[in-house]
């Protein structure tokens, strides 16, 4: 899997007490607040999603000290110290793969060309979200 950073000045605090919101506003929208470095809180917002995943990073493919298909590692360092960034993608099977589904069942249906696959590595669990676009802004309670 082939992935980029998506904002290279933020990184993702080793326990972000994360909290997830899908869907709240009805606009297709799926919201995640969670800390970064500095413990600084933030908010994400997915728009116009079309699919997410939820995985205990305890259930994703472990071999030789690397998770399997998942994110990046620097060589002698653990997952958790090396994966601190949301990443993109690049040219997604799970993109495919629902495309291919969604054509199935609508040959016009065109709204899966704007999807993009975004990863966060949130300590104790991996985050896969499907959606056009993020948006990162510091969360003022």
Known sequence: MKTKIVFKDFQIHNVPM???????????????????????RWKIVFKAYQALK??????VEYEEGYFKNFCYQKEGESFLSSCRYILEV???????ELKENLLKNDTE?????????????????????????????????
Do not use: Q
């Open 18 to 40: 994360e909290t997830i919101l899908v869907d709240e506003s009805g606009k297709f929208e799926c919201c995640i607040m969670l800390d970064d470095i500095n413990e600084k």
């Open 54 to 59: 939820l995985t205990a990073v305890d259930c």
């Open 90 to 96: 690049i040219d997604s099977e799970w993109i495919n």
């Open 109 to 141: 249906a065109n709204f899966m060309d704007k999807a993009r696959h975004f990863v966060l590595p949130l300590y104790d669990y991996h985050i896969e979200i499907i959606a056009w676009d993020l948006e990162l802004t510091e969360y003022k309670e």
